[in-house]
T-cell receptor, first 116, second 112 residues
Framework: EPEVTQTPSHQVTQMGQEVILRCVPI?????FYWYRQILGQKVEFLVS????????KSEIFDDQFSVERPDGSNFTLKIRSTKLEDSAMYFC??????????????FGEGSWLTVV | RKEVEQDPGPFNVPEGATVAFNCTYS??????FFWYRQDCRKEPKLLMS???SGNEDGRFTAQLNRASQYISLLIRDSKLSDSATYLC?????????????FGTGTRLTVIP
């Protein structure tokens, strides 16, 4: 079964440092997403990406966040200057078609970020 | 008001029991509804979509009541492997785009 892969699985970083989380979406998927889940809380939407640009972003996705598709396979989330409250599990996801259709969204296993 | 609300549990049930989870959503224009399963520190995985007429997949039955904005999941003959957090997820169009809104999840532990 095709899957979304994410690296690293776990990263510990000091407050103020930059972090890049990497994702390889399913190969024939065109729509990419980042979600996050703070420990004990709900999964929250961060951003969606299509055709090399952001299609939608939430209030959480402020100027410290950016996304990029640097090549044909990777999709990255950069956090420029991490804060303690950025500690969370970050899930990448992809889908073959936009969420408006009856399409399934597939999640990666997540990258657990701990800011100290 | 939260987009999606669920009883957080935990529900502790013996093997073989039947257990039901409930969920309410706030936006009457929400279009699609799902139950996801999430194991501890793992990604959410789609368990089943929820259709207006109700639907069943083996031991799992999902119901939707659009008038009451209420979704349910029934698990019959619980197995130890059913222990997980069950997430109610709603797809809603907000600001011109469709997004998924997650509940906080209901934690289930099936006891031998």
């Amino acid at each position: 079964e095709p899957e979304v892969t994410q690296t690293p699985s776990h990263q510990v970083t000091q407050m103020g440092q930059e972090v890049i989380l990497r994702c390889v979406p399913i190969s024939n998927h065109l729509y990419f997403y980042w979600y996050r889940q703070i420990l004990g809380q709900k999964v929250e939407f961060l951003v969606s990406f299509y055709n090399n640009e952001i299609s939608e972003k939430s209030e959480i996705f402020d100027d410290q966040f950016s996304v990029e598709r640097p090549d044909g396979s990777n999709f990255t989330l950069k956090i420029r200057s991490t804060k303690l409250e950025d500690s969370a599990m970050y899930f990448c996801a992809s889908s073959a078609a936009p969420l408006g259709s009856g399409n399934t969204i597939y999640f990666g296993e997540g990258s657990w970020l701990t800011v100290v | 008001r939260k987009e999606v609300e669920q009883d957080p549990g935990p529900f502790n049930v013996p093997e073989g029991a039947t257990v039901a989870f409930n969920c309410t959503y706030s936006n009457s224009a929400s279009q699609s509804f799902f139950w996801y399963r999430q194991d501890c520190r793992k990604e959410p995985k789609l368990l089943m979509s929820v259709y207006s007429s109700g639907n069943e997949d083996g031991r799992f039955t999902a119901q939707l009541n659009r008038a009451s904005q209420y979704i349910s999941l029934l698990i019959r003959d619980s197995k130890l492997s059913d222990s997980a957090t069950y997430l109610c997820v709603v797809k809603t169009r907000v600001g011109g785009a469709n997004n998924l809104f997650f509940g906080t999840g209901t934690r289930l532990t099936v006891i031998p």
